[in-house]
């Protein structure tokens, strides 16, 4: 079958030769139809992903059409379904109490094992999710949906607080379309204006900061002094994450959503004198996937402008360069198989 290798750093390969997926106990095989292209497909390519490894089939935002499905899965061919790509242990600590997201030996679809950018892949109908009345589109959108509604739930967000969200990047929109969702007053804060446009009219969100035009001041404005009870970091940017400590309210919380492979420091003074709680947010339990299925069946949430670009499998090589370029404006774009 068909599939795209990203055989080494900046290089893909068309294969048609690629083995079809083997049906295991407890297994679906899925006909691969749409696949979500994020930060991490890009620093795959670029090699400054850690823990990666080449040879590699990408692709972990993935919807597609069942095949076949082993007994006892309750699925059956012609189902359409989103992949939940997170294959946990089910045995360690942190999947023992239920935060399956953070496996201690976690493998990710299309990034430490082989993903979806193929015709058609074995995945366990444990991380299959039945998206009938979601377009293919939608349904490749629940997993970097899913990050953001996970760093949400996190949070605990309460109806009226007043949130920060850093970075209006696919995962930053996310945080905030579900933090609106939780009934959060939403401020968003970038350093590109046309992005925080988006924030207003897709997000809905309540206010805007540029981040590099006195952000605290704006924030002490925005909020009369009390600053955001929660603030979620979603750059993936080691300056912003440090500067977020200043935007906190005393008694609130940080969540970094997005990380970075350095150290990062902060005043403990900072720190301290707000008593703050500080958070990593990693990926999604299948909880937040329902939760996201929900939500994208209510309508609330606009898939059609969160999807920017698109290709076809044949062409994404060739476009792959172009979503690289910030100057494209991409937030998603999407392959059609
Ligand atoms: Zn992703
Ligand atoms: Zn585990």
């Not at 012609?78 to 790509?85: E, L, R, T």
């Not at 009219?201 to 002094?225: H, I, K, M, P, R």
């Not at 492979?261 to 996937?289: P, Q």
Request: glycine share 10%; aromatic share 6%.
């Amino acid at each position: 079958m068909k599939g795209i290798v990203c055989e080494a750093v900046e290089s893909f390969k068309y294969r048609d030769d690629l083995p079809e997926p083997e049906l295991g106990a407890g297994e679906a095989i899925v006909q691969i139809r749409r696949v979500g292209i994020c930060g991490t497909d890009l620093h795959a390519f670029k090699g400054n992903q850690p823990f990666f490894s080449y040879p590699r089939v990408l692709g972990h935002e993935l919807s597609g059409t069942v095949v076949q499905a082993a007994d006892g899965t309750g699925l059956q061919a012609g189902d359409q379904v989103a992949v939940i790509p997170y294959l946990h242990c089910g045995e360690c600590i942190a999947c023992r109490s239920g935060k399956t997201n953070c496996c201690t030996s976690m493998k990710v679809l299309g990034v430490h094992v082989d993903g979806g950018m193929r015709e058609r892949i074995a995945v366990p109908a444990t991380h299959l999710i039945r998206t009938a009345g979601l377009s293919l589109d939608e349904s490749a959108m629940l997993e970097p949906l899913a990050i953001g509604a996970h760093a949400v739930r996190r949070s605990r967000v309460t109806k009226g607080e007043t949130v920060l969200v850093i970075g209006a990047g696919p995962i930053g929109l996310g945080v905030m379309a579900f933090a609106k969702y939780a009934g959060a007053r939403v401020i968003a804060m970038d350093v590109n204006e046309e992005r925080l446009a988006f924030c207003r009219s897709w997000a809905a969100v309540d206010g805007t900061v540029n981040a590099l035009e006195g952000a605290v001041e704006q924030l002490e404005q925005l909020t009369s002094g009390d600053y955001p009870t929660i603030v979620f970091d979603a750059t993936g940017n080691a300056k912003s994450m440090e500067a977020a400590f200043r935007y906190v309210a005393h008694g609130g919380t940080l969540v970094y959503v997005g990380l970075v492979k350095n150290d990062l420091s902060f005043s403990d003074t900072e720190f301290h004198k707000r008593e703050m709680t500080l958070m990593g947010s990693r990926n999604a339990t299948k909880a937040d996937f329902d939760h996201v299925l929900e939500v994208l069946k209510s309508g609330s949430i606009d898939i059609g402008r969160y999807v920017t670009h698109r290709s076809s499998f044949e062409q994404m090589a060739g476009q792959f360069d172009t979503w690289l370029n910030p100057a494209s404006k991409v937030i998603k774009a999407v392959v059609e198989l």
